[in-house]
Nanobody, 119 residues
Framework: QMQLVESGGGLVQAGGSLRLSCAAS????????AAWFRQAPGKEREFVGTINPSGSSTYYSDSVKGRFTISRDNAKSTVYLQMNTLKPEDTAVYYC????????????WGQGTQVTVSS
């Protein structure tokens, strides 16, 4: 299991931008797929997007497509979530996840970072 630590959250006005980082422990990060999820108060955890181990392929939920971009730097064992044109409904705790088991479950999770978008 890999240790993940998110950072970069904060308070931003609607229309603004933030970049979240997720730093992973271990030297095998390049074999892990990674993803971002979010959970707003009173709501279930929601998938945001995912990136494959090499970084050559990404996939996003419809709610963030065109506004958010996931990237990774395997040399730094870090995954990023660039969030542009933020909306108040993007307010949530954002979590990164990673997995290399080949299954459908995300086996490693970070502790989350709060993003608040004011109107």
């Amino acid at each position: 299991q890999m240790q993940l630590v998110e950072s970069g959250g904060g308070l931003v006005q609607a229309g603004g931008s933030l970049r979240l980082s997720c730093a992973a422990s271990g030297r095998t990060f390049s074999t892990y797929r990674a993803a971002w999820f979010r959970q707003a108060p009173g709501k279930e955890r929601e998938f945001v997007g995912t990136i494959n181990p090499s970084g050559s392929s990404t996939y996003y939920s419809d709610s963030v497509k065109g506004r958010f971009t996931i990237s990774r730097d395997n040399a730094k064992s870090t995954v990023y979530l660039q969030m542009n044109t933020l909306k108040p409904e993007d307010t949530a705790v954002y979590y990164c996840a990673a997995d290399n088991s080949g299954g459908s479950v995300w086996t490693s999770w970070g502790q989350g970072t709060q993003v608040t978008v004011s109107s």
